[in-house]
């Protein structure tokens, strides 16, 4: 079993700034793959952006490419989500997960085992 708790997540004005943190703990965290993924009202929860156990390869959606960035410290079992320049349509909840298995892609939120209980993000134009 693994456990996911998200903190950082406000309210925050438009082209601010916030770092959202996952505090793991539970099955071996350093040979996880580890996503974030949102979920907006009325929409379906999407891909934001992953990263593998190493921290040495990551993939970002093309909404955030350039603007977010996904980093982890193994030592301290935490994944963070550094958000930049951001904008209204990011508003969401956001999710972190987990996933062991090497099948499937990263980037679809049907491979992951483990989930945390999310976040609430939002900006204000």
């Known amino acids: 079993q693994v456990q996911l708790v998200e903190s950082g997540g406000g309210l925050v004005q438009a082209g601010g700034s916030l770092r959202l943190s996952c505090a793991a703990s539970?099955?071996?965290?350093?040979?996880?793959?580890m996503g974030w993924f949102r979920q907006a009202p009325g929409k379906e929860r999407e891909f934001v952006a992953t990263?593998?156990?190493?921290?040495?390869?990551?993939y970002y959606a093309d909404s955030v490419k350039g603007r977010f960035t996904i980093s982890r410290d193994n030592a301290n079992n935490t994944v963070y989500l550094q958000m930049n320049s951001l904008k209204p349509e990011d508003t969401a909840v956001y999710y972190c997960a987990a996933r062991f298995s090497p099948y499937g892609s990263s980037r679809s939120y049907s491979t992951y085992d483990y989930w945390g209980q999310g976040t609430q993000v939002t900006v204000s134009s």
């Open positions: 539970g099955r071996t965290f350093s040979s996880s793959t």
């Open positions: 990263i593998n156990w190493s921290g040495s390869t990551t």
